[in-house]
């Protein structure tokens, strides 16, 4: 998805007249600013911050059209406060992937600071200070954090040690050019003196910031790429001293769960709300447009008082086929050409005196994201006509927007407070600010207290949002030489995009880019290539999931190479090879991978390797996994070694924890996921029916990381494609069948 | 009035008995390191202590504990064994987004404080109950026989 943004002429333009380079001082802070920015003030810490220049973003190599946000106010990133402590303000959420500790590892670096006095906050809600430089508002997605803050957290933090060194200097009536800083300390060698940040912290806050400092050469780093440094959550996340949105609990708050309609697009007809409203601890049930809400003193009252509810839903408008019946929709639809995503050649006379031809229909069902902590958030409605919410905000510039709409107040008058999220793989990011809306929308009819809205289990499985069903049909054509004449690929699925914001950016002549990303724009080179799409619309709510469209591209293309492979009769490391002599990051991560797999090496019966390699997020990943096939047919994933290039690596720890959790996600997923209907109803309810990778089906998993200089790219989604597809491909090695039908245990396989 | 015995302290509690531990916890106590998960004992986030036992605390009903019964949160877990078991979840960096790590590591202390030198068996039949979505399970296995190798020495 992101080179697809980036390709966008609609991102905004700088248009302030601030001179570029590193600016803003604590003085300049608008009274508004959140708490701890105040408190730092009060107490003489040094607040840095750093603008982007676009120039200097080109020069970085950057890809073109990333301009910084359009504000003149300094744009905070970097606390140093006397007691000694750094804290980094992340402008984007840590939803596990870390990127809190990546943030913080880049200042630390540019500052010589000492990882052990490093502190993560969240930064306020601010899309004009804390924009995404990618989408032109706030918040996290597409693997882009890392990519996004590099430059100016790097400038951020070297301003800083600039503003250390300078006051040092003065104080000790040295040069500033004999001043050295390390771990933390300022030093004057010759005189023997050395200070901490934190004692220098109050003067250093009175000059002026650098508008031109230089970056460390990356052979310098200490911190960067370096092992050794351990998470900023590592202490609070084992001790349960980690706080949550689900843990907010603000003075009067209540509880809230909301009864949706158990049909997508279905509406409330009739509601019998009298038992509800007898059950003891629930304060007061309102029917809504978005369904009705139970207000409850807590929790358990709040669940208990929906069970009571009656209501008839009017299905009128509602999805009321099952998937079976969807499915079989989007075959009939399959016969027919679609919107063309990408057309060279001429496909049609190449099959005709193709060598070698083969088919394939993939089947991809709907899966949910279940992250760990259910969706949930808190509104406090502000004296002001505005709000404070307190959420595992991901997308806080569309929460803004769409909740000052239903207040009917300035988007800057909604405070989000961001928590630590417990997962999201996509969902916490959605275009229309969904459950934090319902729960805005609840707070405003409530109108009494804070309300925190409560998505139980069952609401998640059930509630949609799902990465889309999707039915991939191809027909590819080898010759002898093992060269790939003919690709035909026919794409049916559901746009996440249409009728959002985001549509006009990402739906072109009828093709939803992130439907067709990755196949598309396919590496491996073929003269004669037609790819078109289907986007049937549907009631069933979808939204990206982890890697987005690159969950089912991916893993169709793959499996078609190893079958296309098998007819060419090559390997398929050396068949993939001799196609990727022109992309030299492809072939070096396969190359990793198959070597630290022992690829060739002999195996003992029933077992065999299979192989995937992709690019995603600008990412190269490429995964060999050991499989072993039973008696039975039962599919055991033994060992995984991944090897990955994201440029340069931040953390190689974390980059390391985001490829053995996105193996895990991709295999988990591929062995039993799927979400299903039937007459509309969503069949699995919770985490009985909507299976999980648990412990006994996780692999042992290997990752290797390419060493590269180049610019980092993310990493919290591109493990996952390759992962399934290399389970499917061994499983291809052992029975002859392509796995085509997702989940394996729709074929028994597991 | 319901009694109950949590990290060693005797609460008092005005809520009905059918009401789970779970949500007592959270709700009434405040003590929010014990994480609602599905509510139905698939996912092992609520796990907490139950005169030692790791027990899903979403399924279990306040009135049902037995009198005197001691309940042990992550809050309060402490002793020899979870402190060996935080002291490799933090070595090793085991967590994500964290959410079910309360869970996880209250089931390996179990785990460790019956079993001080388990097999890969063993900690698939331990932890099975306990889902983490971001899959952090390798780093799960490696602190638990970590953990448990300190506990050993």
């Given at each position: 998805?992101l080179?697809?943004?980036?390709r966008q ?14 600016t803003?001082?604590l ?31 080109a ?6 059209g ?23 303000l992340?402008k ?6 870390g990127?809190?500790?990546g943030?913080?590892t880049i200042?630390?670096?540019e ?7 490093m ?10 200070l ?36 300078a006051?040092?200097?003065?104080r ?5 050019g ?27 806050a009175?000059l002026p ?21 351990h998470?900023l959550?590592h ?6 001293s ?12 209540v509880?809230a ?6 049909r ?5 007809k ?5 038992a ?14 978005v369904?009705?809400a ?8 709040a669940?208990?008082g929906?069970?009571a ?6 299905d ?22 679609g919107a ?5 050649g ?17 089947v ?13 958030a808190?509104v ?10 307190w959420?595992?905000?991901q ?8 909740v000052a709409h ?8 909604v ?10 793989f ?6 229309n ?12 009819a ?14 998640d499985?059930?509630?949609g949002?799902?990465?889309p069903?999707f ?28 009728g ?9 002549n009828?093709v ?13 080179p ?38 296309l492979?098998?007819a ?6 050396a068949f ?8 030299p ?13 022992g ?30 096939v039973?008696?039975?047919?039962h ?5 995984v070694?991944v090897?990955v ?10 980059v390391t924890?985001?490829?053995e959790g ?22 699995q309810?919770?985490?009985?029916g ?5 412990m ?13 200089h ?11 494609p390759?992962?399934?597809?290399a ?6 090695a ?17 | 009035m319901?009694?109950i015995t ?16 779970l ?13 609602f998960?599905?509510?139905?004992a698939?996912c092992?986030?609520c ?11 979403c399924?279990?009903?306040v ?28 070595k ?27 097999t890969?068996?063993d900690?698939d039949?331990a ?6 979505r971001?899959?952090t399970?390798?780093?799960i ?13």
């Amino acid at each position: 998805m992101l080179h697809h943004l980036l390709r966008q002429a609609a991102l905004p333009v700088a248009t302030d007249s601030t001179p570029t380079g590193v600016t803003g001082a604590l003085r300049e802070l608008a009274p508004s600013r959140r708490n701890f920015l105040k408190t730092a003030a009060a107490t003489g810490a040094l607040v840095v911050g750093a603008r982007l220049p676009s120039p200097a973003l080109a020069a970085g190599g950057a890809p073109a059209g990333i301009v910084g946000p359009a504000d003149p106010r300094p744009h905070l990133f970097v606390i140093i406060a006397p007691d000694n402590t750094v804290t980094v303000l992340a402008k984007h959420l840590d939803k596990g992937q870390g990127i809190v500790t990546g943030l913080a590892t880049i200042v630390a670096e540019e500052l010589d600071a000492d990882w052990a006095q490093m502190r993560g906050a969240f930064a306020p809600a601010d899309s004009k200070l804390y924009g995404n430089h990618f989408f032109g508002i706030q918040g996290t997605g597409g693997s882009t954090a890392i990519a996004n803050s590099w430059d100016e957290l790097r400038m951020a933090g070297a301003a800083a040690r600039a503003m250390l060194v300078a006051t040092a200097a003065a104080r000790w009536n040295v040069p500033v050019g004999e001043v050295t800083v390390a771990k933390g300390v300022v030093s004057h060698a010759a005189s023997k003196r050395s200070v901490a940040f934190g004692e220098l912290a109050q003067d250093a806050a009175k000059l002026p910031i650098p508008q031109n400092v230089a970056l460390k050469a990356a052979k310098d780093y200490t911190l960067i790429g370096k092992p050794g440094l351990h998470r900023l959550d590592h202490i609070s996340k084992t001790d349960g001293s980690a706080v949550f949105a689900m843990d907010i609990r603000r003075p009067g708050q209540v509880t809230a769960v909301l009864a949706r309609s158990p049909r997508f697009g279905g509406t409330v007809k009739s509601v019998d709300d009298k038992a509800a409203r007898a059950v003891s601890g629930v304060i007061d049930v309102l029917t809504l447009p978005v369904g009705v809400a139970v207000i409850a003193k807590n929790t358990w009252t709040a669940i208990k008082g929906r069970e009571a509810l009656k209501i008839t839903w009017d299905d009128s408008k509602a999805e009321t086929r099952g998937t079976d019946q969807m499915l079989a929709d989007y075959r009939k639809l399959a016969d027919q050409p679609g919107a063309v995503a990408a057309n060279s050649g001429d496909v049609a006379k190449a099959f005709a005196s193709a060598a070698k031809v083969v088919e394939s229909e993939f089947v991809f069902p709907y899966l949910a994201h279940a992250p760990m902590e259910p969706l949930n958030a808190t509104v406090a409605l502000n004296a002001d006509g505005g709000c404070t919410i307190w959420a595992g905000s991901q997308f806080q510039g569309v929460e803004q927007m769409v909740v000052a709409h239903v207040l009917g107040c300035k988007p800057e008058q909604v405070k989000i407070e961001t928590q630590w999220a417990g997962g999201s793989f996509g969902r916490r990011a959605t275009t229309n600010a969904d459950y934090i809306a319902e729960a805005a929308i609840i707070a405003k009819a409530y109108g009494k207290a804070p309300v925190h809205l409560v998505w139980t289990r069952e609401d998640d499985i059930q509630g949609g949002r799902y990465r889309p069903l999707f039915l991939h049909r191809i027909k590819a054509a080898v010759d002898a030489n093992g060269a790939i004449s003919a690709w035909q690929q026919r794409i049916v699925g559901q746009s996440f995009m249409a009728g959002t914001p985001f549509e006009k950016m990402m739906i072109k002549n009828g093709v939803d880019a992130t439907s067709v990303e990755g196949a598309s724009d396919m590496a491996y080179p073929v003269s004669n290539l037609a790819v078109d799409l289907h986007s049937p619309p549907s009631p069933v709510t979808t939204l990206w999931w982890r890697s987005v469209g690159h969950t089912h591209t991916a893993y169709a293309k793959e499996v078609m190479i190893d079958q296309l492979a098998k007819a060419a009769g090559k390997d398929p490391v050396a068949f993939r090879l001799a196609l990727l002599k022109d992309h030299p990051r492809l072939a070096n991560v396969l190359k990793l991978a198959a070597d630290k797999a022992g690829w060739g090496q002999p195996l003992p019966k029933g077992k065999a390797r299979g192989v995937a390699v992709h690019e995603s997020f600008n990412t190269y990943v490429a995964h060999v996994a050991e499989v072993t096939v039973n008696d039975k047919g039962h599919v055991t994933v033994d060992r995984v070694v991944v090897a990955v290039d994201c440029g340069q690596v931040v953390n190689p720890d974390v980059v390391t924890a985001q490829m053995e959790g996105a193996t895990g996600w991709g295999i988990g997923h591929a062995l039993r996921g799927e979400i299903t209907l039937t007459d509309g109803v969503v069949d699995q309810t919770n985490f009985d029916g909507f299976l999980p990778l648990r412990m006994s089906d996780m692999p042992k998993v290997e990752v290797h990381l390419v060493d590269s200089h180049e610019r980092p790219t993310g990493a919290g989604e591109p493990g996952v494609p390759t992962s399934a597809p290399a389970v499917a491909n061994a499983v291809f090695a052992l029975t002859g069948k392509p796995v085509q039908t997702l989940p394996f245990s729709r074929g028994g396989m597991v | 009035m319901i009694r109950i015995t949590v990290n060693g302290q005797e609460r008092q509690v005005d809520v009905p008995e059918d009401m789970p531990l779970l949500w007592v916890l959270r709700d009434e106590l405040n003590m929010t390191g014990t994480k609602f998960g599905c509510g139905i004992a698939q996912c092992g986030a609520c796990t907490v202590h139950v005169d030692g036992a790791p027990t899903r605390a979403c399924q279990t009903p306040v009135g049902s504990l037995a009198a005197g019964a001691k309940v042990t949160t992550i809050e309060g877990a402490s002793g020899k064994v979870a402190e060996a078991v935080r002291a490799a979840w933090q070595k090793l960096d085991v967590v994500q987004c964290g959410y079910c790590q309360s869970g996880q590591i209250m089931s390996a202390i179990a785990l460790v404080s019956s079993n001080t030198n388990p097999t890969d068996a063993d900690i698939d039949a331990a932890m099975d109950g306990n889902v983490c979505r971001c899959a952090t399970y390798v780093r799960i296995r490696a602190a638990i026989k970590d953990a448990a190798q300190s506990v050993r020495a």
